[in-house]
């Protein structure tokens, strides 16, 4: 296979620049709209691994360097973005091979193998324990909520697919200059809005006053046990600054203190006694200690200041909360290695419960569809998120977990209640319309529906859509098995 042309590898840059661009963080979200066409310029020419890995590479490099800013803790962080970024790219460059193997300059090529290829290449993304739901294509449009209703019926990466077929229609545009394609693509932008014309399934049964604690507490002062009584002192004003609202509920953010509430008698009898005085529900974060297993969790504590619930996260995040694959690496000598960089693993939470009405999805857990479509299927009229995004140093991480934030909300028909510290607070309508956010420390009051019914979406997940994509995709690819003349046959 001969070399790609410099020209050929500025374009693959371009486009992954391009689409990096158009995602939370810098949200020239338009963009979108055309940066995979440069990709699929040079994929019809050359094809092959390498176009796709110098798209991925620049993709990701660019829209996932907020890990940068987990360096001032471990220096190692630096090896494992690059790492990660390459691992990623690699994953491009075999949807580079898929698309172009055996034939490149077929009209489904683009219209339709690309957009499947795409939905799955972006879900299996999110498996295993390098998996994460950040850098998805859907992701760019989280402020245009009358693009993305769609993801109520078939989920987030339908969004993406349709993206990719409108790019392949402007590159057939482009490439065969028939005004057709270019027709097409605006179709398919029409059909995404046309759903927001569909009537809403969930009901409203009552209303419940919400007063969300946003913070901006660093994370090293956060990290540092000598710091306790401060913070307490810190967030128990900000729960009297939210008894002002007259909530129903307080909502405060993830792991406030550092100290295990519950175990705390002081700590626990303070958040009581608040909700007590308040009458109100409060929810927040906090570690538990739990059968010599530490947890990240959430605790509800009823309107009298009972406890009255607490969820344990189930999917903690890779290399900040657990080390994957420790017993390896301690069979290879290199335990001391990984203890310097995560003393000991969390545990993981069982199931996906509500806490009475509420879904709790913690932090990391609502990049990925599954956990709030999980809660909501179990019961859940509300979603709450807690977080603590300081550990990102006011990067581009903010957006982009506030993104993923708004499309539970759509998927799921459920208002999105979160709770940050050194990230974005919010409340967020079942139609993914922002009502009120705030990345600055201080008390958001808002009144959310109580929502019963679910979605189709929350219904069926994304077992038909990966299905009609396996098919879809397989069936091109073994059709091209068979195909005598797999060379030069362009459909125009």
């Not at 962080?77 to 990660?84: P, R």
């Not at 998805?136 to 339908?158: D, E, K, N, T």
């Not at 697919?161 to 057939?172: D, E, P, W």
């Not at 009584?229 to 129903?248: F, H, I, M, S, V």
Request: glycine share 10%; aromatic share 12%; with cysteine.
């Amino acid at each position: 296979m001969t070399r790609l042309t410099w020209k050929e590898t500025l374009l693959s840059l371009l486009s992954g620049t391009l689409t990096a661009f158009a995602m939370p963080g810098f949200g020239a979200f338009p963009l979108i709209f055309v940066s995979l066409v440069p990709l699929f310029r040079v994929l019809d020419k050359r094809g092959g691994f390498w176009p796709g890995f110098i798209f991925g590479f620049a993709f990701f490099i660019i829209d996932l360097r907020w890990i940068v800013t987990l360096a001032r803790f471990h220096p190692v962080v630096i090896v494992g973005y690059v790492l990660l970024t390459v691992y990623f790219a690699i994953g491009c460059g075999i949807l580079g091979i898929a698309l172009t193997w055996r034939m490149r300059s077929r009209i489904s090529t683009w219209l339709v193998l690309a957009p499947a290829l795409f939905v799955l290449a972006e879900f299996l993304r999110t498996l295993g324990p390098l998996g994460m739901g950040f850098s998805a294509l859907y992701q760019s449009l989280y402020r245009v909520p009358w693009l993305i209703q769609s993801a109520s019926a078939f989920g987030p990466w339908f969004i993406s697919g349709i993206l990719v077929a409108i790019n392949g229609g402007l590159f057939l545009c482009w490439r065969n200059k028939k005004w057709r394609f270019a027709a097409l693509a605006g179709g398919l932008v029409i059909l995404l809005a046309a759903f927001a014309l569909l009537p809403n399934p969930s009901q409203q049964t009552n209303s419940l006053q919400v007063a969300v604690v946003s913070s901006k507490v660093q994370q090293e002062v956060k990290l540092d046990a000598r710091n306790l009584d401060d913070l307490t002192t810190r967030y128990l004003r900000l729960g009297e600054e939210a008894l002002a609202a007259d909530p129903d509920l307080i909502v405060f953010p993830e792991s406030i203190l550092p100290s295990y509430i519950l175990q705390n008698d002081t700590l626990k009898n303070s958040f009581a006694d608040l909700a007590r005085r308040g009458e109100t529900q409060i929810l927040l974060g906090t570690g538990v200690y739990q059968d010599r297993k530490i947890y990240n969790a959430v605790t509800l504590f009823s309107a009298t200041g009972e406890v009255a619930g607490t969820f344990h996260m189930v999917r903690p995040v890779p290399f900040g909360e657990y080390i994957p694959g420790r017993s390896i690496l301690e069979w290879l000598g290199l335990g001391a290695w990984a203890r310097s960089f995560l003393p000991l693993d969390l545990s993981r939470g069982e199931s996906y419960i509500p806490l009475a009405e509420f879904g709790t999805p913690i932090c990391f857990e609502s990049t990925f569809p599954g956990p709030s479509r999980q809660l909501t299927k179990n019961g859940a009229q509300v979603l709450v998120t807690v977080t603590n995004d300081a550990w990102f140093d006011e990067s581009s991480e903010l957006a982009a977990h506030f993104s993923c934030a708004v499309f539970r909300a759509v998927e799921n028909r459920r208002w999105i209640i979160q709770s940050a510290n050194g990230g974005i607070s919010g409340i967020i309508s079942p139609y993914g319309r922002i009502v009120a956010s705030l990345d600055n420390e201080g008390i958001l009051a808002e009144e959310v529906g109580m929502q019963v019914g679910v979605s189709l979406y929350t219904r069926l997940g994304d077992g038909i859509l990966l299905l009609v994509a396996g098919l879809l995709a397989g069936g091109l690819l073994l059709g091209r098995v068979f195909r005598r003349n797999a060379c030069g046959d362009e459909i125009r």
